[in-house]
Structures are given as structure tokens and as C-alpha cells.
């Protein structure tokens, strides 16, 4: 018989807790039931989140082309001068989630000095892609052509996503460096949904991921990509893995688990980035499913990797200097 995976004994509690907080909702049955058990299971997961003194929060509003509102949850800090921007996407497989679930981030973000910005995009299916990839671009844009007014230095940009966020974020690097929006000091990936062919039946020895599932992961795809779902001409700006030059790409950071469902594609993309001469900083954390550092941040192990990731966002910084 298989063993059974092993799991960082201090995440273990989280799994249960997850359970608990999402209420057994199926999303591929009821995506609106799953949408509010998601957004319950945030306002619970960010109860104790509260902003320093020396820190503001507020939002921001770009207009699309096609005129709807994209809406930003901004934390940033209250002394003055010109701040480097942190833009954020969250995670929800392009089907879930909201702005706020970026706070943890953008307030460490800004505890480091950025203008930090998460992005409202919409989801899909009701917004299939190019919608919710565009949302983030315009959002970026947006911040960027006011950059003056709202005290960003347009020169020293990061952008980072988690999850269907991460897989927006690679998308929006790939999107930047062929339009030539900006050049990003560097992009953090954290276990990103970047692939929309791994949708194979899980192996035995594994009958399935916690968390994020094959079965959820294809009802994700199949609602971001619409009729591109299944078919050869899905474009690289939507499912990055399958992009073949990822040459002039910002420095990356990239921690993924290694019972993450994401854990082999993101291996292969690090690879990638690394061969076309990328700096990339790979990380595999042992015993630790998807969502890991967020759902548990007071275990061990959740706080190396979110140290690991304003490290790393210190790090670009000094480096701009």
C-alpha cells in the first residue's frame, strides 16, 4: 500500500480548519455558494490583520477602456516622498477570492516602504480570459500613468500573485515585456496556476491534492479560458507555462510545496526562466500543501517562506538604490 504523504506536522490543524471554514462547498456544483464560503473563510483568515499606526489604507479606481471600475485596496505608508510600487494579485483559481485577500502581503509591502496595490479583477466564468488579465494590466497602468500624483516611482515596480494570482502575474510579466508597459524590478510567483494541461488523473500514490484539486483545477481553466479551454491556440499570456522564450523576464521568486498540485509545473517554468537566463530563487518546502502560508502564517515553516518573499522584495529594492 501507498504511504501516506507527509505533512508539516504544525499544518496539519490548518487542514482541519480549512474544512471548517468553507463548509464542504463545491464550487464545480455551486460556484456562488463557494464564492461566499471563501469570502467568509477570508474575513475569518484576516480578523486579527490590523494596520499600524504609521501605515494608511485606501483604494484606488482605474477605468477600462470598455469603461467598467477596477478597483484597488491600497496600503502604503504615511511618510512622504516617492514609494516603490508592490502590486499584488490574489489567488481563488480565476474563479474565487477577492482584493482583500492580498492584505497580509501588500501591509508587509508597505511596511517596507512600497505604494502596495491589490487588484479587484473579475472573475471567471462571467469574465473569461482576456477579461481578468487585462483588469490587472489596466490597473498597473493606471497607477503607473499617475504615478506622480499618487507618489509612486514608476521605476521601481514588483509585481507578485499568489496562486491564479501568480499565474496572472507571470501572464502580466509576459504581457509587460512585449508591450514595453514597464520594466519590473523583479516578480514574486507563489505556487502559480500557470499550466491548463495538468488536469490528468491524480496518481496512486497520491489519489488526490488537498486544497486545490484536478477536478477543481480543470472547472478553473475550463471558466478562465472559455472556448479556448482544451484546444491548441490558448496564448501564452494565459497559461505562461506554455511560453517558450521567457527571456528578459525580471528577477523571480517562486516557493511552491511539495504536495501542491502545482508543484511539477512550476518546477518546469523555474527551469525554464533559469535556462533563459532569468535570475530565479526555487524553492520547494517540504510537507506543505497549497495555500499553506497563508491559511497557517503562524507555522514555522509559513513564516520562513513569507520571510523568504519580502527578503527577496528587500533585496530588488536595495539593489534599485
Known amino acids: 500500500m501507498p504511504r501516506a504523504p507527509y505533512i508539516d506536522p504544525q499544518l496539519v490543524p490548518g487542514l482541519a480548519l480549512i474544512e471548517e471554514l468553507t463548509d464542504g462547498n463545491d ?6 455558494a463557494a464564492r461566499a464560503a ?15 499606526d504609521n501605515l494608511t489604507q485606501s483604494d484606488e479606481t482605474a477605468r477600462a477602456d470598455d469603461g467598467h471600475a477596477i478597483e484597488m485596496r491600497v496600503m502604503r505608508p504615511k511618510a512622504e516622498g516617492k514609494k516603490p510600487l508592490f502590486y499584488w494579485m490574489h489567488g481563488g483559481g480565476y474563479v474565487l477570492g477577492q482584493a482583500k485577500q492580498g492584505d497580509m502581503f501588500t501591509m508587509r509591502a508597505a511596511a517596507l516602504g512600497c ?52 499565474g496572472l502575474c507571470a501572464g502580466l510579466a509576459l504581457l509587460i515585456r512585449d508591450r514595453g508597459l514597464c520594466a519590473p524590478l523583479g516578480q514574486v510567483l507563489i505556487y502559480p496556476m500557470i499550466d491548463d494541461s495538468n488536469i490528468a488523473p491524480a496518481s496512486a500514490d497520491l489519489p488526490d491534492t488537498h486544497i486545490w484539486s484536478r477536478r477543481y483545477n480543470q472547472f478553473g481553466w475550463q471558466s478562465y479560458l472559455g472556448d479556448l479551454f482544451g484546444g491548441d491556440e490558448v496564448p501564452i499570456y494565459a497559461a505562461p507555462a506554455r511560453a517558450e522564450d521567457l527571456s528578459r523576464l525580471p528577477p523571480t521568486y517562486m516557493p511552491v510545496g511539495d504536495l501542491d498540485l502545482f508543484l511539477d509545473e512550476n518546477i518546469a517554468y523555474a527551469q525554464k526562466l533559469t535556462r533563459a537566463g532569468v535570475p530565479t530563487h526555487f524553492h520547494i518546502v517540504p510537507g506543505a500543501f497549497h495555500g499553506f502560508n497563508g491559511f497557517v502564517p503562524e507555522a514555522d515553516v509559513s513564516k520562513a517562506i513569507n520571510g523568504e518573499i519580502f527578503g527577496f522584495v528587500e533585496k530588488l529594492l536595495a539593489e534599485a538604490e
Do not use: W
Request: with cysteine; hydrophobic share 40%.
Open 115 to 166: 505604494f502596495a496595490a491589490s487588484v479587484e479583477y473579475r472573475l471567471a466564468p462571467e469574465t473569461a480570459y482576456p477579461g481578468p488579465l487585462q483588469d490587472c494590466y489596466d490597473g498597473l497602468a493606471h497607477l503607473l500613468e499617475h504615478a506622480d500624483k499618487l507618489g509612486i516611482d514608476a521605476n521601481r515596480v514588483i509585481i507578485g500573485g499568489v496562486s491564479a494570482g501568480g
Open 38 to 52: 471563501g469570502n467568509a473563510r477570508d474575513e475569518a483568515l484576516l480578523a486579527n490583520i490590523v494596520v499600524p
Open 27 to 32: 464550487m464545480t456544483q455551486d460556484l456562488q
